[in-house]
């Protein structure tokens, strides 16, 4: 049950884009189109923003979007704002054990 | 309004029990898989169980299993986590979150509980 591969942190300036990778194998990222990511600010709960792959829940804004190839799922930010600064987390569901997430990667909008 | 509202958190030996709850509004409970997630301290998220719709199918991460029972009483709107032979290591927030699996994720979460594990 290894985490999914995040990096650690990313920064961008307000209005730039940055992307967030998210690497994991064939049992979970690679076989199945059921990724998802999160936003978690300090000391609070996860927010689903992302959810099979591409899709965004409603309400979430357009700036978000979602691909994968192979392996490797992506998140992009476009438009960044101070108050996209958070905590990014994707997710997997897995042949093995329903779900993995990854290591998570802090956000800074410089 | 959907919400979920967990309890049950504290400082616990290590070696002992805890039992986690977790209240569910605004939605039909009954219809949904419902999982619990966990954060240590200035950790990332790690998914420890989920349980289906009917209470008939659950699974776990084996860093719990044989430790953690999940259930559910869908007459009283609320998710359980029975936490027996608790580690140092399983100290974290739990958060329960409600599981769509139209999209496979989990798209409500509750604000969370803290459990200690300490001596």
């Known amino acids: 049950q290894s985490a999914l591969t995040q990096p650690a942190s990313v920064s961008g300036s307000p209005g730039q884009s940055i992307t967030i990778s998210c690497t994991g194998t064939?049992?979970?990222?690679?076989?199945?189109?059921?990724v998802s990511w999160y936003q978690q600010h300090p000391a609070k709960a996860p927010k689903l923003m992302i959810h099979?792959?591409?899709k965004r829940p409603s309400g979430v804004s357009n700036r978000f979007s979602g691909s994968k190839s192979g392996n490797t799922a992506s998140l992009t930010i476009s438009g960044l704002q101070t108050g996209d600064e958070a905590d990014y987390y994707c997710?997997?569901?897995?042949?093995?054990?329903?779900?993995?997430f990854g290591g998570g990667t802090k956000l800074t909008v410089l | 309004e959907v919400q979920l509202l967990e309890s049950g958190g504290g400082l616990v030996q290590p070696g002992g029990s805890l039992r986690l709850s977790c209240v569910a509004s605004?939605?039909?409970?009954?219809?949904?898989?419902m999982s619990w997630v966990r954060q240590a301290p200035g950790k990332g998220l790690e998914w420890v169980s989920v349980?289906?719709?009917?209470?008939?199918?659950?699974f776990y991460a084996d860093s719990v299993k044989g430790r953690f029972v999940i259930s559910r009483d869908n007459s009283k709107k609320t998710l359980y986590l029975q936490m027996n032979s608790l580690r140092v290591e399983d100290t974290a927030v739990y958060y329960c979150?409600?599981?769509?699996?139209?999209?496979?994720?989990?798209?409500?979460w509750g604000q969370g509980t803290t459990v200690t594990v300490s001596s």
């Open positions: 605004g939605f039909t409970f009954s219809s949904y898989a």
């Open positions: 064939n049992s979970d990222v690679g076989g199945y189109n059921y």
């Open positions: 979150a409600k599981v769509d699996y139209d999209i496979y994720a989990m798209d409500v």
């Open positions: 997710s997997s569901y897995t042949s093995s054990t329903a779900w993995v």
């Open positions: 349980i289906s719709d009917s209470g008939g199918t659950t």
């Open positions: 099979d792959v591409t």
